[in-house]
């Protein structure tokens, strides 16, 4: 039987780990290059990082399977079993041009469900977790569950790029909820939008176009607060693949849904379970 506290706790010491290894990359010179696009970047940190999180997960537990960013982990064909998927840093601009507002991100999975889930702010050295069951966690400060809100009272994370013309979504269904909302903001962390929103500090996270590993670690904190996570069409999220991602409060999710994305069409996108 798997035990979780113990699995819980070894992670937590990596990412203290890990996290003083990247402020300690602040003063040397990274190594920068492009993946898909010119704004697609990877550093040597994101990989050195990723390595260091397989290297311990495989001596540590080796039956485990691990999914991650920069393709270092396993050839990924199902959810049997347990599945570690890792973002090394989410946030990868924001820690080339600020060296803030980035993350690690690390879902952990068993047969598919949300088990452990850890997003950390490395720079503010926070650290938001939860584990399935035992509640979401802002370091040590346990995260009360959502309560109710009015949309027009609701913060969205939501990037500006989607409210212009794109090959996503028609921009036009976007503009009505942005104007129904107090204001939405944009971090460029995925991982740390959604730990915003376990906060309170955000009502809900839109995006059109996220992988595996930035969202899994986001949607078991905020399911594990009674939120919801699914695709903007309200289908569930899987592991398997890259899609669009809408997760926020169970009854502002279900607001947006109804008032705004009724008429929303999921994309067809790439398949990310073969590592590379």
């Not at 959604?194 to 176009?209: H, K």
């Not at 695709?231 to 409060?249: D, M, Q, T, W």
Request: some cysteine.
């Amino acid at each position: 039987m798997t035990n979780w506290s113990e699995i819980d706790r070894i992670t937590k010491q990596w990412l203290k780990e890990a996290g003083e290894r990247i402020r300690q990359s602040f003063s040397k010179q990274l190594q920068i290059a492009t993946k898909a696009n010119r704004n697609d970047l990877v550093t040597n940190i994101d990989q050195d990082t990723e390595q260091f999180f397989i290297e311990r997960i495989r001596k540590t537990y080796p039956d485990h399977k691990i999914l991650g960013e920069e393709g270092y982990g396993d050839e990924i064909n199902g959810t049997n079993g347990v599945i570690w998927v890792i973002d090394p840093i989410d946030g990868t601009m924001n820690f080339v041009h600020m060296q803030r507002h980035f993350t690690i991100s690390i879902g952990i999975f068993e047969d598919g469900k949300g088990k452990l889930a850890y997003i950390y702010d490395v720079t503010n050295d926070e650290l938001y977790h939860a584990m399935n069951g035992k509640g979401a966690f802002y370091n040590e400060k346990q995260l009360p569950k959502f309560s109710e809100k009015l949309l027009c009272d609701c913060i969205v994370g939501l990037n500006a790029i989607w409210l212009t013309e794109n090959r996503r979504i028609d921009y036009r269904i976007l503009i009505p909820l942005v104007k129904s909302v107090r204001g939405t903001r944009s971090f460029g962390s995925a991982a740390l939008e959604m730990a915003y929103v376990a906060t309170g500090w955000m009502d809900a996270y839109i995006s059109l176009r996220l992988s595996p590993w930035d969202f899994a670690a986001g949607m078991i904190i905020v399911e594990e607060l009674g939120g919801k996570a699914t695709k903007l069409n309200g289908e569930p999220l899987s592991i398997l693949e890259k899609s669009s991602v809408f997760l926020a409060r169970s009854d502002v999710h279900e607001q947006i849904s109804e008032q705004f994305l009724s008429n929303y069409v999921e994309n067809p996108m790439r398949d990310y379970r073969k590592k590379r």
